[in-house]
């Protein structure tokens, strides 16, 4: 018998009801200030990071630098610069069911995701996901 709630659930559990909470008042100048925290904290944690890098994967830091750091930071500032066309409604055009009306689509927020990463790219390929997932659970 559990005595103690496990941790991932109740990480989970938080993170659901914080996402219900902002999912309505979560709009454009709030998504870019969120990716520019992230890039802040990316930054700031650049050695270690490297250094983390270099003790698991016997990485050298140009190499982690390039393939890992540089390429999370520019994912960041692509998502930014086209963050208000992705939140943009998608016109779209009638079916023969539908014809006299109109359809927009209209991405709506979907909650919490997990990112799993592979060990090869642990940083870079755990952030990517996050960036992408950030950009449209936003939108």
Same mark, same amino acid.
């Given at each position: ?32 200030? %969120?990716?520019?925290?992230? =890039? ?31 390429? %999370? ?12 066309? #992705?939140?943009?409604?998608? #016109? %779209? ?9 109109? =359809? ?7 909650? %919490?995701?997990?990112?799993? =990463?592979? #060990? ?20």
């Amino acid at each position: 018998m559990l005595l103690t709630p496990d941790p991932i659930l109740a990480a989970f559990t938080a993170q659901k009801a914080r996402v219900a909470e902002r999912r309505r008042s979560f709009g454009l100048a709030e998504r870019r200030a %969120v990716l520019q925290k992230l =890039a802040g904290a990316i930054r700031n944690n650049e050695a270690a990071l490297v250094a983390a890098c270099a003790a698991d994967l016997g990485r050298p830091e140009a190499e982690t630098i390039l393939i890992e750091y540089l390429t %999370v930071l520019q994912d960041i500032r692509h998502a930014s610069r086209h963050l208000r066309r #992705w939140m943009r409604p998608r #016109w %779209v055009a009638p079916t023969l069911a539908s014809l006299g009306s109109s =359809a927009r689509i209209e991405v709506q927020a979907r909650g %919490v995701c997990l990112v799993i =990463a592979p #060990w090869n790219l642990p940083f870079g390929l755990a952030m990517g996901p996050v960036i992408s997932a950030l950009r449209r659970v936003m939108r």
